[in-house]
């Protein structure tokens, strides 16, 4: 859901603005450089990058799989 904000610009700033990005992606530019400071999703997107690397993800399993194994031995010889 998006909802409508009026903000005012340095007449310079907004020129700047349109210059560089135009009129029609000056929403989605500034949406884009404030996401970061005002929602918390740096670790999100840090685990969904990890997650889609297919290799890591087997090594990760991998050692999970070796402790598991290491524990258990541990536990039975007590």
Known sequence: MRKRMTIKLD?????????????????????????????DTSLDDGYQAMAADEAR???????????????TAIVAFG
């Open 57 to 71: 993800e087997v090594e990760a399993q991998d050692w999970c799989n070796s402790l598991e194994k290491g524990w």
């Open 11 to 39: 007449e310079a700033v907004y020129e700047g603005l349109n210059r560089t990005v135009g009129k029609r992606r000056m929403r989605q530019f500034i949406e884009d450089l404030l996401r970061p400071h005002v929602l």
